[in-house]
C-alpha cells in the first residue's frame, strides 16, 4: 500500500506542466482509437461508396451527414481512414522502436564491451550509415524490399539503428568503468552475464528516453516513405500515403491534405514532449538531441 | 585520438560507403535497360546487347574494381540517362542545394539563437513556455506536409512568393558558379538587370529555405537555451555576478562566448539533417538539388549516378564533420585539455 | 498552432511583400514563349528517347525527318525527302531529299554544307552499324530502332546521288514509311559528327545538338529549363516566336499554378482535376483531343485460371469501368470497347461491348468451376500515365467490383523499374498498363502489344497467343494496301472480342491549357508538342 502511494506521489511529481498533461492525453486517445478503431470509425476504411466522392467536411456546404470529415476522391469515409491511420501509425511506430533498439542495444552492447577489433567493425558501419541521409537510404532499402508498410518499417527501423548504437555503446563504456562492474568481473562473472544481468539495466534510462524519442521519429519517417508513395500499399489508411495520394487536391479540397498532415504532427508532437520530460525526469544531465 | 588514426576511420567509412553505394543498388530488381525500354519491350537478345554496352555484363566484382579504380582518379563515370559525366553533374547539384540549405541553415540562425537565448534569459516565464512550445513543434514537423501548406498560403492563395524553380525563366543568367545568387551577377546585361534577376533568385529562395529551415530552427534554438542555461549555472558566471557586473554584461561578454561554442557545432553537424530534408523539400519544390537528383537516380538505377552521387555526398558529410571537428578542437579549452 | 506556425515565415513574408512589388515590373516580352514542360528530356538525340519531354525538346523542336506526320494528325506528308518511290519487289524505298535545308549556325557549330543524302546515311548508320564512330557514344542506346527490330529490316542505307537515298529492306514492310515519320528517325548533321570526331568530342552530339528544326538549342539546365532561339533558315519559314523556353515542372497542378500566375504561356498535361478551373479564367483556353490511346486490364492467360475464356468475361462483365471513368479520368475519357482507339483507321464500329453484368459474371465464373470465386492478384502502376492517371485508384475500385463475384483480388504495386521488369517476365495474373501509338499505324497496337512475337519481347501483357489473331496482324504487316490491311485489322479486333486477352478500359483525352493569345498551335496525336507554327499575339 505505501508502496504505491510513493509511486503515485513521484508520478505526480514528475508529471511536469500541462503539456506534458495535454501529451499523454493526445497519445491516449490516439492509443484508443488505434486499438477500437474498428468499433469507433464508422465505416470500413475501405469501403467505397458510390456518387459520394470529394464530399466536404461538416463545417463546409454541401456536407453530408453520413460523412463527418467528408470523403475522399474514391468515395471512402475520411473520419475513418484517419482513426485506422491511427492505429497503421502507431503499429509502425511501435515496430520501428522495438526492431532499431533490438538490432542497435545487441550491436552497441557488443561493441562497447568487447571492443578492439569488434568495436571498431561496429562503429565503422555506423559511421557508413550516418554518412549518408538517413531518408536516402530508407529510399534504397525499400526499393530493394519492395514498397509495403512492413518495409517501409524495416527501413525506418534500419536509419534509425546507428544513433542506438552509438548511445548504448557509450553508455556501457561508462558503466563498465564503474566499481560495480569491476567487481562483478573479479567474482568471475562471465561477460554475457556482467552485460545483460548489470550493465544493460543500468543504462536503461537513456535507451528508454531514446525509444520514446525513436517512435515519434519512426511514425515520421514510415509516413515521408509513405509520402514518396514507398510506404502502406491501397487501400491501407496511411497517413502519409493519403497525404500523398490527395496532393492532386490541396486547392480545391485542402482538408484532404489538411487532417492527415495535423494527425501526423499532433501524434509526433506529444512522443516528443514526452520524451523531453523523461529525459528530464530521468537524466537531468542528458542534452538536447541534436541528430534527426 | 591520433590524426592519423582520425584520417584512417574516415578512409574505412569511405571504403563501406563505395561497397554500399555499389553492391545496395544492385541488389534492386529491375536494371536501367528495362527502364529505358519502358513498356515497350524488346527481345531478350537485343536487352543483353544494351547492357553489355554499358558494361552491365561483366562479373560484379570487375564492376566494382573499376568503380573505386577510377573514382581514386577522380573519374565518376557517365550518367547512363543524361549522358553526362557524374562528378559536373554532383557540382551543379552540389551549388544548388547549397544554396538552399546554407540560407536555410542562416534562417534557423538567425532565428534560432536569438530565440533561445531570450527563452534562458526568461527562463520559466511564459516567453520561454511558448518559444520552447512552439521549438517543439517544428521539431515535429512533418516537413513534406508543412511545404505543401505553405505553398497553398503563401504562393497559390495570397499568390505572394512563385511556386516553384530557382529563377523566373525571364532572367536569362548562366551557370557559372551555380550559386545563382553570385552568378546573376555575372550574367551579361545591366546592372538593373543583375538587380533583378538576383532578386528573383531570393523571391523563389524564401518558401522553400523557409520550410527546409524547420526542424534546424528548432534544434538551434533549444540547444542555445540549454546551453547558455548551463553556463549561466557555472562558477565563474555567478563569480562575475557577485563581482557587480550587470547581468547583460555577463551575458554578452563571458557567458554567450561559451554558450555558442557547442551550438555552432551542432549548426555544423546538421548538414546530415540538412540533406535529408533537402530531398523532401527538393521534390515539394521542384529544386533541381542534390536529394532529387538522387532519388530519381535510384528510381531509375541510374548506376553510375547512385554510386558516384552517394560517394560524393558521403566525402561532403565527414568533411564538414572534419571540419567542425578541429574547429571545436581549437576553439574549446576542454576538449583540447582531454585531446 | 496556426498562428505560432507563421512566426519564421512572418518575418520572410515582410521582406517578400517590398519584393513582389519591384518584381511585378518585369514582364516577359511578346516574342518570348515560356512552356511548362513535364520533365527533364533524357537526352537531346531522338534516337536514344522514348518519352514526351525528349521529343519536345529534340525531335520537335531541333530536328526534321525525311517525312512527317501532319500537324496535328496521322497522315504522312513529305518533309526533308520532297517524294519516294517503292521498287516492285517492295524491298527498295528511295527517297528525293530536299536541296537547300540549312543546319543551324551555333555558338558551337558552323554549318558549310546544306543537308544531304550524307546526313541521311550518317543518321542511320550511328543507329544500324557496330562499327560506326558514333554507334557507342552515351550509351548507344537506341530503344525504338532496336525494339522495332529495324535493325532486322534495313539491310542498307545507300547514297546514290547527293539528293537521293535508298533504303534497301531485307523483306516488304507497309508501315516502313510511316515509321520514317517518328521521332527516331529525325536527321543529324554529318558536318557536325566530323568536327566533334576531330575535336574528339563525341558525346557532345547529343548534348549540344545540331539539326535543321524550326528552333536552335542554346542552352539547357536538369531539371530546370531548356532554351531554345528562332532558326532564322528554316526550311518552312522562320518561327515567329524568338525565345523558346522550357521551363521544367515535373508537377501538373504546379504546372497549371504557373499558367495561371502568368509564369508560362504554354502548359502541357495539365491534370484532368484542374481542367474546370483552367476554364473559368478568362484570359486561359483548353484544347482537348481523343488520345492515340489505350488503358488496358491485360490478364495473364499463362496463369490460371485466367487462361479460361469465361472466368476472363466474367472479370470483364463484373467490372463497372463506366465508375472509373468519372472517379479516374473526371470523365475526359471514353470506354474503351477494342485495343486501337476509334481515332484510328480500321477501327471496327461493329464490336458490341461487354456490359457490366453481375448475375452474367457470376454464372461465368460458376461454369467456369469457380462459383465461389478465387484469390488472385492485381498490380497497378506506381506512376501516372495519360492513359491512365490514377492506376491505384483504379485498382481500388477493381478490387471492389471484383469482390461482388467473389473474386479476392490482392493489389500488387513495385517501383515503376520493378514493375515493368516482373511484368516483362510474366509474373503477374491481372496487371493494369496501357499505351500511347507512336506512328498511328493499327499494327502499333495489334502487333507490338498482342502479336506471339511480343510475349518474347515482353510488350504481350497479357501473354496470349493466337495463332488465327497472329496470322491476321502477320499478313497485314505486308499486306500491300490499305484497304485489304483494314480488313485484315477488323477481322483481328472481332477475335481479340471474343478471346478478351484484356479489359479494354479507357481512351483517354490529351489535354493542353494555354493563355488565349497563343495561335497557331494544333496537338498531335502523338502527345508531343510543336511551336513552329505558333504565333503569340501582343496583349
Sequence with gaps: ?292 | MSRAFKFGQIATTLFGITLVAFFLIRLVPGDPVTLLIGERGASPEAIAELKARIGLDRPLVEQYGLFVWNALKGDLGVSILSGRSVGAEFLERLAATAELGLTALMLATLVGVPLGIFAALHRGRLFDRLSMGLAVSFYSMPIFWWGLMAIVIFSVKLAWLPVSGRIGVEHDVILKSGLLLVDSWLMPGSLAESWAAFKSVIHHLLLPASVLATVPLAVIARMTRSSLLEVLGEDYVRTARAKGLSRFRVVALHALRNALIPVVTVIGLMLGTILTGAILTETIFSWPGLGRWLVSAVLSRDYPVIQGGILMVAVVVLTTSLLVEIFYYFISPRSRGRG | ?539
Aim: with cysteine.
Design chain 1, 1 to 292: 500500500m505505501r508502496v504505491t502511494q510513493e509511486a503515485l506521489r513521484s508520478i505526480r511529481r514528475n508529471l511536469g506542466g500541462p503539456l506534458i498533461i495535454v501529451a499523454m492525453a493526445l497519445l491516449g486517445l490516439t492509443t484508443f482509437f488505434a486499438i477500437f478503431a474498428p468499433l469507433i470509425a464508422p465505416y470500413d476504411p475501405a469501403r467505397t461508396f458510390e456518387g459520394a466522392y470529394s464530399l466536404p467536411p461538416f463545417f463546409l456546404e454541401g456536407w453530408d451527414s453520413r460523412f463527418l470529415l467528408g470523403t475522399d476522391d474514391v468515395g471512402r469515409d475520411l473520419f475513418s481512414r484517419l482513426i485506422h491511420g491511427a492505429r497503421i501509425s502507431l503499429l509502425a511506430g511501435f515496430a520501428v522502436t522495438v526492431l532499431s533498439l533490438t538490432i542497435g542495444v545487441v550491436l552497441g552492447a557488443l561493441a562497447g564491451w568487447k571492443g578492439g577489433f569488434i568495436e571498431a567493425a561496429i562503429l565503422r558501419l555506423m559511421d557508413t550509415m550516418m554518412a549518408l541521409p538517413s531518408i536516402l537510404l530508407a529510399i534504397v532499402v525499400v526499393t530493394i524490399l519492395g514498397p509495403s508498410l512492413v518495409n517501409a518499417v524495416i527501413a525506418a527501423a534500419v536509419t534509425a539503428v546507428p544513433g542506438v548504437v552509438r548511445l548504448v555503446r557509450a553508455t556501457i563504456r561508462e558503466e563498465k568503468a564503474k566499481p560495480y562492474s569491476l567487481s562483478a568481473k573479479l567474482y568471475g562473472a562471465g561477460g554475457f552475464r556482467i552485460v545483460t544481468v548489470e550493465l544493460l539495466p543500468n543504462s536503461l534510462a537513456p535507451i528508454f528516453v531514446q525509444g520514446t524519442m525513436g517512435f515519434g521519429e519512426g511514425i515520421l519517417n514510415v509516413a515521408a516513405l509513405g509520402f514518396l508513395g514507398l510506404g502502406a500499399r491501397p487501400p491501407m489508411a496511411e497517413w502519409g500515403t493519403m497525404l500523398a495520394d490527395s496532393r492532386a487536391y490541396v486547392e480545391s479540397q485542402p482538408w484532404l491534405v489538411t487532417a492527415p498532415g495535423l494527425c501526423i504532427l499532433i501524434v509526433i508532437l506529444s512522443f516528443n514532449l514526452l520524451g523531453d520530460h523523461l529525459r528530464d525526469v530521468f537524466d537531468p544531465k542528458l542534452k538536447t538531441r541534436e541528430e534527426a
Design chain 3, 1 to 539: 498552432m496556426k498562428s505560432s506556425g507563421l512566426k519564421p515565415s512572418g518575418l520572410a513574408v515582410a521582406i517578400v511583400g517590398a519584393l513582389t512589388s519591384l518584381l511585378a515590373a518585369q514582364a516577359v516580352s511578346a516574342s518570348t514563349f515560356v512552356y511548362c514542360s513535364e520533365g527533364s528530356p533524357r537526352t537531346f538525340n531522338p534516337q536514344m528517347g522514348s518519352d514526351g519531354p525528349t521529343f519536345n525538346a529534340s525531335s520537335r523542336t531541333i530536328y526534321n525527318r525525311l517525312v512527317d506526320f501532319e500537324k496535328g494528325g496521322t497522315k504522312v506528308l513529305p518533309s526533308l525527302a520532297e517524294s519516294w518511290t517503292t521498287s516492285k519487289d517492295k524491298l527498295q524505298i528511295t527517297f528525293k531529299l530536299r536541296k537547300g535545308v540549312p543546319f543551324h549556325t551555333t555558338s558551337f557549330f558552323k554549318p558549310t554544307r546544306s543537308f544531304n543524302a550524307d546526313d541521311v546515311v550518317f543518321t542511320f548508320g550511328r543507329m544500324m552499324k557496330k562499327d560506326h564512330p558514333f554507334h557507342t557514344v552515351n550509351g548507344g542506346v537506341y530503344e525504338y530502332f532496336t525494339s522495332m527490330e529495324m535493325d532486322k529490316l534495313v539491310k542498307e542505307v545507300k547514297k546514290v546521288d547527293d539528293h537521293t537515298v535508298t533504303f534497301v529492306l531485307t523483306r516488304p514492310e507497309t508501315p516502313f514509311i510511316a515509321n520514317m515519320a517518328m521521332d527516331f528517325a529525325s536527321i543529324l548533321s554529318a558536318e557536325y559528327g566530323d568536327q566533334l570526331q576531330k575535336a574528339k568530342t563525341l558525346e557532345k552530339i547529343d548534348l549540344e545538338p545540331v539539326g535543321t528544326g524550326p528552333f536552335k538549342f542554346v542552352r539547357y539546365e536538369k531539371d530546370s529549363q531548356i532554351r531554345f532561339e528562332a532558326h532564322e533558315g528554316y526550311f518552312e519559314g522562320k518561327p515567329k516566336i524568338e525565345r523558346l523556353i522550357f521551363a521544367i515542372t515535373t508537377d501538373p497542378s504546379v504546372r497549371t499554378q504557373k499558367l495561371k500566375r502568368g509564369e508560362c504561356q504554354f502548359v502541357a498535361e495539365p491534370s484532368v482535376l484542374d481542367i474546370p478551373s483552367i476554364k473559368k479564367e478568362m484570359k486561359l483556353s483548353v484544347i482537348e483531343q481523343e488520345g492515340l490511346n489505350v488503358g488496358y486490364l491485360a490478364l495473364n492467360v499463362e496463369k490460371k485460371p485466367l487462361g479460361d475464356r469465361r472466368v476472363r468475361e466474367a472479370i470483364a462483365k463484373a467490372l463497372n469501368r463506366k465508375t472509373y471513368l468519372d472517379a479516374i479520368y473526371q470523365g475526359q475519357a471514353t470506354v474503351a470497347v477494342n485495343p486501337i482507339p476509334p481515332a484510328m483507321w480500321s477501327y471496327n464500329k461493329s464490336i458490341k461491348d461487354i456490359d457490366f453484368d453481375i448475375a452474367g459474371a457470376k454464372k461465368l465464373l460458376a461454369d467456369a468451376g469457380f462459383p465461389n470465386g478465387f484469390e488472385t492478384t492485381l498490380w497497378y502502376m506506381p506512376v501516372s500515365r495519360p492513359y491512365n492517371p490514377n492506376a491505384k485508384k483504379m485498382a481500388e475500385m477493381m478490387q471492389a467490383d471484383l469482390a461482388t463475384i467473389g473474386i479476392k483480388a490482392k493489389l500488387v504495386s513495385y517501383e515503376w523499374g520493378t514493375y515493368l521488369d516482373k511484368a516483362r517476365k510474366g509474373e503477374h495474373d491481372m496487371l493494369l498498363i496501357g499505351w500511347t501509338g507512336d506512328n498511328g499505324d493499327p499494327d502499333n497496337f495489334l502487333g507490338t502489344l498482342l502479336g506471339c512475337a511480343a510475349i518474347k519481347g515482353g510488350s504481350n501483357y497479357a501473354r496470349w497467343c493466337n495463332k488465327e489473331f497472329d496470322k491476321l496482324v502477320t499478313d497485314a504487316r505486308q499486306a500491300p494496301d490499305q484497304a485489304t490491311r483494314t480488313q485484315l485489322y477488323m477481322k483481328a479486333q472481332e477475335v481479340f472480342k471474343k478471346e478478351l486477352p484484356w479489359v479494354t478500359l479507357a481512351h483517354a483525352k490529351a489535354f493542353r491549357a494555354m493563355e488565349k493569345r497563343v495561335k497557331g498551335y494544333s496537338m498531335s496525336p502523338f502527345g508531343t508538342d510543336y511551336f513552329g507554327s505558333v504565333v503569340v499575339e501582343k496583349k
